[in-house]
């Protein structure tokens, strides 16, 4: 009986609680819902993405079984693939040519494949087109005139948008441009894909890649020993052939994007843990409140773990509301982030693919549960001090349970902080900073912590002045009286706003790295390239001679990028060659520390920060690189790049040329003389082109670059700022509520106050003062930690996951703005809920509880 | 005969002229034209012509595995010239493009057992040798030893050839002297031989077991530039070795109506001596029509013969091994059409059937 009577008061008081205070569960179950919405959307639109990048991957790849790639674009001997097809235990042998491709429409990528239709079909069938005369007339077979046609191509669904069959298509690709006729759709390969698909022979002619070889796909023999072709296969291979699996392809993309993809996850958790502060403030709020309530409950014999029970049952439902509304809401957040940023979050990693949304229900589970965990956790301590109070203690004093004389520990934090900074000294897991994220959560739990300290450090020397205007000295002995209170409105202030601060910084610092990176890189006046050059196109040396000896220019620097697979399951490398030495090399990128000179006959290298990082090169390590075979070279410099994450390295161009016998080169920057203008040089230089090219070059000054490169860095961290500006709403909204409640809560006090001669005006004084004099601590204490936690962002967790460093850069004016924002929330809801609480008049006020 | 036109024509014949090159660039293939009076020299006409733009080897026979149970098999090799732009450079240009099938017709399992190649010539993966039979595709071949008998070797998964054939009877010149016509116009005409009563030895294995037979097959030998007329839209064949030595082969080319367009043929008695048959002299008759369940085609499984020779009218009655010797091979981009072994009274061979599910176009 009496336990049923305790269940139903325990309703009636969670339910009164709530109706009395909508604002404060409202905004605790909003923060949750807002941290389960946006992990669980940044989750299902990288794992959206994910699986779209992999099926597109493996489109192009046709699922064959067994893959031998080459290791640069310019592929490898074809005479491999007779070796190939011979040996023992592989039934057939595909040989492919691949190669991007650009067409007439701007921004057009095509993947070409040159296949040989007769071994294809063995392998990789679905690669194979399909002549659409023949469609319909399935009895008669197909009537295939075009498969060996060397003008016939077949377009993928993709590539055929706005073209129709029988029209020519013209293809840049290998630095040949080539005319061909559509013949039909290979049908086999997915939507959205852009694929055009033609015969070995026309590839090789036409493109220009007699000889040679990008890949060739293998089908085993039935029953053949898979681990031993592996092995047998990649003895048989040269040094620019490498054997691909579908797992090691799988790793590859993987890895492209991981640590994007994971950074974007961690910052959506960060949401979460916002969340659980609010919850944990607004439930200390509530129980603080309901002090005498919950003793008077004792007293009629209610145990301590039914109290402990409702409070965790408020908290639970409030999680579980939160949670299922962040369901739905990430859901739609997900959807639109894809229509709108695409499936990288406007990374920039996956290209042009508009995936479909994939809803796993498993990770709509997994996030629930977070959600509710972090609601309980933030629901525990409150609970536990309900549970914990003395009953004859609480049914007196309804106010801080917190002796104000006595200083608050600060071991706790102390041990929290330090275990954070340890954390961040950790190297990376995986090739994710997790443990650098483990130091941010424990910073944050330890700065949250260490709030009743610093509060009643910073408050300690005002609380002692003798204020003339009674109204501030009010607020000040308040503050100083109730410092648990204090403690945890902070509590939520900090935690969004250090978080928010961290980003902001880590974000600004990225940026102005970036620019400065930028201006180095840029120095010259104008900037020519080839696009689609791929290998061997461009700029033969008699188009730089003429080039050069155009009118109005100072000094040219011509310069080619190709990239190099070192590893089947790493992304490529990008080759940047140019001069190095001698006094073309004046405007090269700035090395990092020292440059060392390579012993006597051995070529150096330059390797950009990520390369170093991701092949573990140092300056002075001898390095072998499959260019025209497999080279020694002499690392002798690392050097900046914000450009490829997935590395670059640097050759001289005389030594690139001595080598490989390439002296095409696709990129030019350009010193206009004194007294010419960048226009006049750049029409002059314009003419002086050779025809085949002269439509496919862009030129640029260094000003329209840079802006380029920025507005590229804005829309990657487009996603960013989005959850920086979340995280701030949801910072000022526990700010409101907790201001908000804490003053509501104060109603007897203020008919006290009122009843002793305390005007109107003043209480409201006194609660502004109060609110400016709360957020200033809490943005003081916030920024603190923030800029500690951004340290970790910037030499922890981006090195660990992107393989560049950065210079601290604040973003003063935000700092500034969000101070500003912050304090004037606090004093604003504090007045605007003073107004209210006084509305009462005194004498029902005094009376009001008891 | 003219066997398997249709997926040569099918793949190749059609490719059109490079239409996005300027017309005077484009150097096509020229074929040489089929000529009468052109003499046969071997061995070099057992190997390749690679000028032409068709040619294959073709071997059907009967086999006998010990058992008294009898099957039959066709190993067929292809070649064909592509009409293709002859100034490729590349090692991949297809100027050459090999084909070749292999089936078993066992009546105890009541369909055909089938499997095919097919490649570009090149790399030494696949190539027809000239000078003396030898095409490889893969792990198949086709060729000639020193001691004068051709060997056979393909199959797949569900069975594997491996035989020997030694020839007992000379080379049969098909036509005048070789030139063997197939249409009402000159042009319309093929280099022609075959090699009748081959005595067969090798092994047969199918699911891991190999079984040695003996047999009698025969071979035929076709290269051509232009084969069928435009109106003609599939044909009917058979090659008999007779029981007494000697060898008939008779074909007809069917219009859309299934009028015959050509008919012709040749009986070689046991004496040696060859009756060569003018189109009046041959009629097909089909006596029982066996319709496939799976694609819907009508073929007349069960045939009559009937050659008016200068010493009065012969009639043969030929019966099919089995009904279902459909061969659809559609998926590897070829055509439907019916290969069977069939046997007569006093004789055993092969009748090939196609054009009997839509027309075989050229």
């Known amino acids: ?850 | 005969m003219a066997r398997f036109l249709a997926l040569l024509a099918a793949m190749l014949v059609l490719a059109s002229p490079a239409a996005t090159q300027p017309k005077s660039a484009v150097r096509l293939p020229v074929f040489p034209a089929v000529e009468p009076g052109t003499a046969l020299r071997f061995p070099a006409d057992h190997g390749a012509h690679p000028e032409f733009r068709t040619e294959w080897w073709y071997v059907t026979g009967w086999l006998d595995a010990g058992d008294g149970q009898q099957i039959g098999f066709q190993v067929t090799f292809f070649r064909s010239r592509p009409s293709i732009d002859q100034r490729n450079p590349s090692a991949f240009a297809p100027k050459q493009i090999l084909f070749a099938h292999a089936a078993l017709s066992d009546p105890k399992l009541g369909k055909l057992l089938h499997d095919q190649r097919a490649a570009r010539a090149g790399f030494g993966l696949a190539e027809a040798a000239t000078g003396d039979a030898d095409i490889v595709i893969d792990d198949w071949r086709f060729h000639r030893t020193a001691d004068g008998r051709f060997k056979a070797k393909a199959g797949g998964k569900a069975f594997m050839l491996d035989l020997g054939f030694v020839p007992t009877q000379p080379i049969l010149l098909q036509g005048e002297g070789g030139y063997s016509r197939k249409g009402p116009k000159p042009g319309q005409a093929s280099h022609y031989y075959s090699i009748p009563q081959l005595k067969v030895s090798g092994t047969v294995t199918r699911n891991g077991k190999a079984v040695t037979v003996k047999g009698s097959a025969w071979l035929d030998r076709e290269w051509s530039s232009t084969l069928l007329d435009p109106k003609a839209v599939g044909w009917d064949w058979v090659g008999l070795n007779l029981d007494d030595g000697g060898a008939l082969m008779a074909f007809q080319v069917r219009d859309a109506a299934g009028q015959p367009l050509w008919a012709g043929g040749s009986l070689r008695g046991p004496d040696g001596t060859v009756t060569r048959f003018t189109p009046g002299m041959v009629r097909f008759g089909a006596e029982r029509i066996w319709r496939s369940p799976r694609t819907g085609g009508r073929y007349p499984v069960e045939r009559s013969l009937t050659i008016a020779l200068p010493q009065g009218e012969r009639r043969w009655n030929l019966k099919p091994l089995f009904d279902d010797q459909e061969l659809d091979s559609r998926a590897a981009g070829g055509p439907i059409y019916w290969e069977g072994a069939v046997s007569t009274d006093g004789g055993r061979g092969y009748l090939e059937l196609t054009g009997y599910v839509s027309p075989m176009k050229l």
Request: charged share 15%.
């Open chain 1, 1 to 850: 009986m009496a336990a049923k009577g305790a269940g139903l008061a325990a309703r009636w008081m969670i339910l009164g609680e709530w109706r009395a205070h909508p604002m404060r569960v409202v905004t605790a179950g909003v923060a949750i819902a807002i941290g389960v919405a946006l992990g669980l959307a940044v989750h299902l639109v990288n794992a959206s993405a994910l699986s779209e990048f992999s099926r597109a991957v493996s489109t192009v790849n046709g699922d064959a079984e067994l893959q031998v790639r080459s290791a640069a674009p310019a592929g490898f001997d074809e005479q491999l693939y007779p070796r190939l097809a011979r040996l023992p235990g592989v039934s057939a042998a595909s040989p492919v040519i691949e190669l991007k491709a650009t067409t007439g429409r701007a921004d057009e990528q095509i993947t070409v494949l040159g296949l040989d239709v007769l071994r294809a079909a063995a392998v990789t069938p679905s690669l194979l087109g399909r002549p659409v005369a023949a469609e319909g007339e399935g009895a008669h077979g197909p009537t295939n005139d075009a498969p060996f046609d060397e003008d016939a191509i077949f377009l993928s669904e993709g590539a055929l948008e706005g073209r129709a069959v029988g029209q020519v298509i013209v293809l840049t690709a290998g630095g040949r441009t080539a005319r061909f006729r559509i013949a039909g759709v290979a049908a086999g390969i997915g939507e959205g894909r852009k694929v055009a698909v033609l015969d070995i022979a026309a590839a090789q002619w036409r493109l220009g890649e007699i000889g040679r070889l990008q890949r060739i796909d293998l089908k085993l023999a039935e029953g053949a020993d898979e681990t031993r072709m592996r092995d047998v296969i990649a003895a048989a291979l040269p040094a620019d052939a490498q054997l691909v699996t579908r797992d090691s392809e799988a790793r590859r993309s993987d890895s492209l994007s991981r640590a994007y993809r994971v950074n974007l996850d961690m910052l959506a958790l960060m949401a979460l843990l916002t969340g659980g502060f609010l919850v944990y403030s607004a439930q200390s709020l509530s129980v603080a409140r309901r002090r005498p309530q919950f003793a008077l409950l004792r007293v009629l014999g209610v145990r301590r773990k039914a109290l402990l029970a409702q409070v965790l049952v408020e908290g639970i439902s409030v999680g579980l509301v939160g949670g299922l509304a962040g369901l739905t809401l990430g859901f739609g957040l997900a959807s639109g982030a894809l229509r709108l940023l695409g499936g990288d979050l406007g990374g920039g990693y996956f290209g042009d693919t508009r995936p479909e949304l994939v809803f796993s229900p498993l990770a709509g589970l997994v996030f629930l549960v977070l959600g509710l965990l972090t609601a309980i956790v933030g629901s525990l301590a409150p609970a536990r001090e309900a549970a914990r109070a003395q009953p004859a203690v609480a049914l007196k004093n309804a106010g801080d349970a917190v002796d104000p004389r006595v200083s608050p520990p600060i071991w706790p934090a102390v041990v929290l902080l330090v275990a954070g900074g340890a954390a961040a000294l950790a190297p990376a897991v995986g090739g994710i900073p997790l443990l650098g994220y483990a130091s941010m959560a424990l910073l944050l739990a330890g700065g949250v912590a260490a709030m009743p300290w610093i509060a009643r450090t910073l408050l300690g020397p005002v609380q002692h002045l003798s204020l003339r205007w009674a109204a501030v000295d009010l607020a000040f002995k308040r503050l100083w009286g109730a410092p648990s209170q204090a403690a945890v409105a902070l509590c939520g202030i900090v935690a969004s706003t250090s978080l928010m601060v961290a980003m902001a910084v880590m974000v600004s610092s990225f940026r102005g790295s970036v620019d400065d990176w930028l201006q180095q890189l840029l120095p010259a006046d104008l900037y020519m390239r080839v696009d689609g050059a791929g290998v061997g196109g461009g700029f033969d040396p008699k188009a730089q001679a003429a080039l050069a000896a155009t009118p109005g220019v100072a000094t040219i620097v011509f310069q080619k990028t190709t990239s190099l697979m070192l590893a089947a399951d790493q992304p490529p490398l990008a080759i940047v060659v140019r001069p190095m030495r001698g006094p073309e090399a004046a405007n090269r990128p700035p090395v990092i520390g020292r440059e060392l000179t390579p012993p006597p006959g051995q070529t150096p290298v330059w390797v950009s920060e990520p390369a170093a990082w991701l092949y573990g090169w140092k300056p002075g390590q001898q390095i072998v690189l499959p260019i025209a075979g497999a080279q020694p070279f002499f690392v002798v410099g690392v050097w900046r790049d914000y450009s490829r994450q997935h590395g670059a390295v640097t050759l001289d161009a005389a030594d690139y040329t001595r080598l490989t016998g390439d002296q095409w080169r696709t990129e030019a920057s350009v010193d206009v003389a004194e007294g010419r203008s960048s226009n006049e040089v750049m029409e002059a230089l314009r003419a002086k082109l050779p025809s085949d090219v002269a439509p496919r070059v862009t030129f640029a000054e260094p000003a329209t670059l840079r802006a380029f490169a920025l507005r590229i860095f804005d829309r990657s961290f487009a996603v960013t700022y989005g959850l920086e500006a979340i995280a701030i709403l949801v910072g000022l909204a526990g700010v409101a509520a907790t201001v908000s409640a804490q003053t509501l809560a104060r109603t007897k006090e203020f008919g006290m106050l009122r009843h002793l001669g305390v005007t109107q005006r003043q209480i409201v004084a006194m609660l502004v003062t109060e609110g400016a004099l709360l957020g200033a601590v809490g943005v003081v204490a916030g920024i603190g930690l923030g800029l500690v936690m951004s340290q970790v962002l910037i030499h922890v967790v981006n090195p660990q996951s992107f393989h560049w460093t950065m210079e601290t850069k604040l973003p003063w004016a935000l700092l500034a703005g969000v101070a500003v924002a912050l304090v004037a929330s606090a004093a604003g809801t504090a007045l605007l809920a003073g107004r209210r609480a006084l509305s009462a008049d005194a004498v029902r006020a005094v009376r009001e509880d008891w």
